[in-house]
């Protein structure tokens, strides 16, 4: 088991906390499955960008970006260069430290 550390995010995670997630298990799911309700607007069908993430430490151990992942991250708030969209980062045998980015696209256009 692979285990995330989870910074703390005002809506998703406040306290921040610690999970535990199998490799090959996308970082989106790992949050749902651990009752951190992140955004997924598309359902994970690499469609959107609500899903989006900042991997702080680990981000080498994650699957290759593909180019449709690569041009919806161009669009997503807060753009960093470990960024990813949770549904298609796939987590590796590699600890992971991840933010939440405090908006999405959806908050940012909806006035939160």
């Given at each position: ?11 998703y ?33 690499v469609?959107?960008?609500t ?13 290759e970006?593909d ?8 669009m997503?708030?807060g ?6 969209l949770?549904?298609?980062?796939l ?15 959806n908050h ?5």
């Amino acid at each position: 088991m692979t285990q995330i550390v989870i910074l703390p995010h005002p809506t998703y995670c406040p306290e921040g906390t610690v999970i535990e997630a199998s490799s090959g298990e996308s970082i989106c799911d790992a949050l749902l499955n651990h009752d951190i309700e992140i955004e997924h607007a598309c359902e994970k069908s690499v469609a959107c960008t609500t899903c989006h993430v900042v991997v702080r430490e680990g981000y080498a151990s994650l699957n290759e970006l593909d180019d449709k992942e690569e041009d919806l991250l161009d669009m997503a708030w807060g753009l960093e260069a470990t960024s990813r969209l949770s549904c298609q980062a796939l987590i590796g045998q590699e600890d992971l430290v991840v933010e939440i980015p405090k908006y999405t696209i959806n908050h940012a256009s909806e006035n939160h």
